[in-house]
């Protein structure tokens, strides 16, 4: 049995020799190794939502390279990898962002076809809640804003009031 290390390939060349005590022989054995791609790994990092868009920040990690990778990101069953963007070669991060749709939870997909190994990559799916941005008003600033104005005007009253005093006084 002939087991090799990752990503060996290529030919290999043994010399065996058997020998029961008294006779001997040797053999000859030639191993051609055809190299077999590796399958990328997938994950996802985060995923951010805000307003009506959702962001997805994930990895992939392929010893082969970037090269004949196909993304496949679907989020509540429709297709969203047009608007993905990825850096780097053997490890890729990768950023897709899109619209969203109404409330409700959602299923994300992100998988990853290798066109060398002719095989998907591992599936990551998670759920998503989407929830609508609820702003919330309140008088709080509205009662600073009053407040800012009359502390000056009563100042004022009172500062008119004491001018008032004064001089009806000295009339006295």
């Known amino acids: 049995?002939?087991?090799?290390?990752?990503?060996?390939?290529?030919?290999?060349?043994?010399?065996?020799?058997v020998t029961d005590g008294s006779n001997y022989s040797t053999m000859s054995l030639v191993l051609n190794t055809k190299s077999?791609?590796?399958?990328?790994?997938?994950?996802?990092?985060?995923?951010?939502?805000?307003?009506?868009?959702?962001?997805?920040?994930?990895?992939?990690?392929?010893?082969?390279?970037?090269?004949?990778?196909?993304?496949?990101v679907t989020f509540?069953?429709?297709?969203?990898?047009?608007?993905?963007?990825?850096?780097?070669?053997?490890?890729?991060?990768?950023?897709?962002?899109?619209g969203l749709g109404e409330d409700g939870i959602y299923t994300l997909e992100v998988k990853v076809w290798d066109s060398h190994a002719q095989e998907w990559s591992n599936s990551v799916t998670q759920e998503v809640e989407v929830k609508a941005?609820?702003?919330t008003l309140d008088d709080t600033e509205s009662e600073n804003a009053i407040g800012d104005?009359?502390?000056?005007?009563?100042?004022?009253?009172?500062?008119?009031?004491?001018?008032?005093?004064?001089?009806?006084s000295r009339k006295d």
């Open 36 to 72: 077999v791609p590796d399958l990328p790994v997938v994950g996802v990092s985060s995923i951010d939502l805000s307003g009506n868009a959702i962001s997805i920040l994930w990895t992939i990690a392929d010893n082969d390279g970037d090269a004949g990778l196909i993304y496949s």
């Open 1 to 17: 049995m002939f087991a090799g290390n990752p990503d060996l390939f290529g030919i290999s060349q043994f010399e065996v020799n």
């Open 149 to 168: 104005w009359v502390l000056p005007i009563g100042l004022g009253l009172i500062a008119i009031l004491l001018i008032g005093y004064m001089i009806q």
């Open 133 to 135: 941005l609820v702003v």
């Open 76 to 98: 509540a069953g429709e297709s969203i990898e047009l608007g993905t963007e990825c850096a780097g070669n053997k490890l890729l991060t990768c950023v897709t962002s899109s």
